[in-house]
């Protein structure tokens, strides 16, 4: 089965500065989708970025972008310039063909300081 | 505007009921999903269902029941046989092989 770590259980950035959050993930597929989702404290999911396996350019969503790096089974966030609204907890995701499910990772609450 | 809807909002159970959660999706997805949440943890996977009449456990679905008689509807039956069912539950569906997952804004269940 495949499993999603997130290492990072709360980060805390400055207003407009970057700020990553880490993910690994364990699984012996070569084709699969990577997710990032943004909870924030209405609960709703929010889709923040994607990234498909096998592109090797790394996925960017305006001040979102990803490090994926296949080999070493990562996938890290990366936020520049944060806002006080990317406050939130942040969960990374695996989708798998084989399996056909959405696999979660454990989240990180991320503070951001005026 | 297309959507997936999750009712109610909040729900109470007394211990020893079953109480059943509402999902709707007007999005034509083939696949739903059925995940809890506990306070401060990720998301866990109870059930889901590829194609009408066809459904699969996740991780965790002791305690839990579902049924998909119609496309449009997954419904999550929380029963008596859950030991703790405290928890805020969250639907989603996909469009497979697009991938994204669309959810539900979910439901908090609480035992009273």
């Known amino acids: 089965a495949q499993t999603v770590t997130q290492s990072q259980p709360e980060m805390s950035v400055q207003e407009a500065e970057t700020v990553t959050l880490s993910c690994t993930y364990d699984t012996s597929e070569s084709d699969y989708y990577l997710f990032w989702y943004k909870q924030p404290p209405s609960r709703q999911m929010i889709l923040v970025i994607r990234q498909e396996a096998y592109k090797q350019q790394n996925a960017t969503e305006n001040r979102f972008s990803v490090n994926f790096q296949k080999a070493a089974k990562s996938f890290s966030l990366k936020i520049s310039d944060s806002q006080l609204g990317d406050a939130a907890m942040y969960f990374c995701?695996?989708?798998?063909?084989?399996?056909?499910?959405?696999?979660f990772g454990g989240g990180t609450r991320l503070m951001v300081k005026p | 505007d297309g959507g997936i809807t999750q009712s109610p909002k909040y729900l109470f159970r007394k211990e020893g009921q079953n109480v059943t959660l509402s999902c709707e999706q007007n999005?034509?997805?083939?696949?739903m999903y059925w995940y809890r949440q506990d306070p401060g943890q990720g998301l866990r996977l109870i059930y889901y269902?590829?194609?009408?009449?066809?459904?699969q456990k996740g991780d965790i679905a002791e305690g839990y029941s579902v049924s998909r008689e119609k496309k449009e509807s997954f419904p999550l039956t929380v029963t008596s046989a859950q030991k703790n069912p405290t928890a805020f539950y969250l639907c989603a569906s996909v469009d497979s092989p697009n991938t994204e997952a669309f959810f539900g804004q979910g439901t908090r269940l609480t035992v009273v």
């Open positions: 269902s590829q194609i009408v009449n066809d459904f």
């Open positions: 995701a695996y989708w798998g063909n084989a399996g056909n499910m959405l696999t």
């Open positions: 999005l034509n997805h083939d696949a």
